[in-house]
Structures are given as C-alpha cells and as structure tokens.
C-alpha cells in the first residue's frame, strides 16, 4: 500500500483525520463525519486528480506496514513497551499529529491532518478583543474544549499573533509537535515531547532559565504541570495551555480539585490573580459546508477573581453573561450570533445551546 499516497491524499481532501484500522478500508474524517477513502475519491471535486485509486481493507500486514512508515526503530520499540505511542511527521508543507495504539492485539492508527497555513485570530473568528487579552504580556491563558475542537488551532493563532507583533522569546512544549512555526519578530523555539524534553514538569521546571517572555503547553495533564504553569505565570510570563474541559466552570473547577484539599486554598487565590482568560470552543457544522467554531469567552475581572478566591465558580456563567461590554461571551449568546449571521442552522444552534432556549 502507497501511504504517501494515502496520507497526500488525506490533507488533498481537506480531512481532519484519517484513521487506520484493521478490518476496514482507510477512513476520513471530513466536516466532523467518518468517510471511506475510497467512497471521498469517488466523490471529491478536490480529489479529481486521484480518481481511479482505490485502497484495500486493512490486513494485519497492512497495519505493520504503516507503522514501518509512520515510526523509526526507537518509537517502535517504545510502542511495543507502552502500547500507545503520539508522534508527528511532514509531508511537504502538510504535518500529521499520529497517534498509534492497539484495539484487540491489532495496531490502529489515527492522523490528524495539520495543514502548512498558519492561522490568523482573524481567520479562527475572533475580533480584535482577543488581542487585548494576549497584549497584556502575562497571565495564565486556557483554550478548553473536547478533542477535535480546534484548540491547536486557536493556540497557533495566538502564537501566530504574538509572532508577528512582538520580539519575544517562545517556547512552546508539544506531544507532538504541530504547526511549524518560522521566526518573524520572535524566537520560537518548539520543544517535542521524548525528543527534545522527558516530561512536561520536568521540561517546564527548567524553562525559566532559558529566557521566555511566552511559554505555550500543548495540554496540561497532571497535577505537576499545572502547578508549573500557574507558577511560570505568577512570576510574570504569558502561558498558553489547553485542556479537556467544557467551558470556564469546568476548567477552573478540574484545576481546583486536581490539587490536594490542604492547597486547595493557596491554589484558589493564585489562579484569581493569573487567570487571564478561558476560551471554551466546540467546532459545529456550517450551513455552506465545514464547521465553524462557536466559543464561551471568560475574562477575568474582579468578579471572576472573587467567586474563584470564595469558591462560587459555578456563579461564573452569571459574570458571564452580563459582561459583554468587557469582551466576554457566553456560548447561547455566541450560537445566536452565527445563526443570525446565516452561518449555522437554527437545528444546530439549539442542539448546541446550554439552556436550550428559542432562537
């Protein structure tokens, strides 16, 4: 099988993944739906240069075949030892966040297709609110969301932006490595998890020797990287993370409880003063074709920061909403706008909604 091919083909189609399984053919993920390759060639206006390829069910031989592709010797003995293994790799300007794991002693392979194009703020549907947020040069900034919700996106945005308009020094630590970022007024220096650092606490405990004014983490997982982030913050460095949380009550409630009861209450007072903002974002589909991102956006004033120093999160979404007139946005709020814009459904705007309320 020709998985140059198959992986040149998946970014051709615009594809958000493509997912490798034994006993099927190759599929892809397009506007948030699972496709057959072969059903997307046939279909495709984008494909027209590749009709009359077609791929096989994946066999066994198949699957050891694309992880001789995909790995080099050591990610494959490391797969063998831990049975899951995240990796990267380029194509031309396209790169592929892989993920390489087993479902019933048979390998299984999902790539998500990272394009060359290095985003805009602009062009991820934000307006010039945003870089307020990202002007104030420190502070603890969270994109939050399930998986598949655009936060890398977001994050390279950010970092597109800071990119172009200040001479910083950026450090970013990634699993794997993402968008590939070339220097215009900063430094970038991107840092690949099991290449160029062991661990996030550990990379993270040595950052500020390096000089950073931005250190961006692809996700904070674990209770030792987000006491280093809220630190890293607090001594007065921008920070960009992600994490797998739904919307700002969530967020700050898993930092919160991820902590031991006995420092609940340093950790409570800390994250009231380094909060920036929390970016909650779910990418739905659009009326003409591709998803569109609808977006909860916290900011942290003095409201905010009181009901995180008194424990009353869950009062947030009350801040929340009636604070547009500082640049937050609540999600209902946020799916009005894009159906009233002609963007999104008024099915898909309710089914999204929080209070599920009429349009």
Not at 259 to 266: D, I, K, N, R, V
Not at 280 to 286: F, N, S, V
């Amino acid at each position: 099988m020709d998985f140059n091919l198959l992986f040149t083909i998946a970014a051709a189609a615009q594809a958000s993944d493509l997912h490798l399984i034994f006993g099927l053919q190759p599929m892809l993920r397009l506007d948030g739906q699972l496709f057959e390759v072969n059903e997307t060639l046939q279909n495709s206006y984008l494909l027209e240069k590749y009709k009359g390829t077609s791929f096989p069910v994946m066999t066994d031989k198949d699957m050891n075949a694309a992880v001789d592709f995909l790995l080099n010797k050591e990610q494959k003995a490391a797969l063998l030892k831990n049975r899951e293994l995240d990796s990267g790799f380029s194509i031309g300007d396209v790169r592929f966040r892989v993920n390489v794991s087993f479902a019933c002693d048979h390998l299984r392979v999902v790539a998500r297709v990272i394009t060359g194009h290095q985003p805009t703020l602009e062009e991820v549907g934000f307006d010039d609110s945003i870089k307020k947020i990202l002007d104030k040069k420190q502070g603890l900034i969270l994109v939050v969301g399930p998986t598949g919700s655009g936060k890398s996106t977001t994050l390279a945005a950010m970092i597109n932006y800071l990119n172009e308009t200040y001479r910083y020094s950026i450090t970013t630590f990634e699993d794997p490595i993402e968008f590939v970022f070339a220097p215009k007024k900063s430094i970038i220096s991107q840092r690949q998890y099991g290449t160029d650092f062991l661990s996030f606490p550990e990379g993270l405990s040595h950052v500020l020797r390096q000089d950073p004014n931005v250190i961006m983490i692809g996700e904070m997982r674990d209770l030792e990287t987000i006491a280093s982030a809220i630190t890293i913050a607090e001594t007065g460095h921008l920070v960009l993370a992600t994490l797998h949380t739904a919307n700002s009550v969530q967020s700050v409630d898993r930092i919160i409880d991820i902590f031991p009861a006995h420092q609940q209450g340093q950790i409570k007072s800390q994250l009231s003063n380094i909060l920036s903002a929390v970016i909650a974002q779910h990418l739905i589909p659009r009326l003409d074709g591709g998803r569109v991102a609808a977006r909860e956006i916290m900011l942290n004033n003095s409201a905010i920061s009181n009901l995180i120093r008194e424990n009353k999160v869950s009062q947030m979404k009350n801040v929340i909403e009636t604070s547009s007139s500082e640049g937050m946005v609540c999600l209902d709020h946020d799916l009005k706008r894009l159906y009233g814009a002609g963007l999104i459904s008024k099915e898909v705007a309710l089914e999204y909604m929080e209070n599920n309320r009429e349009i």
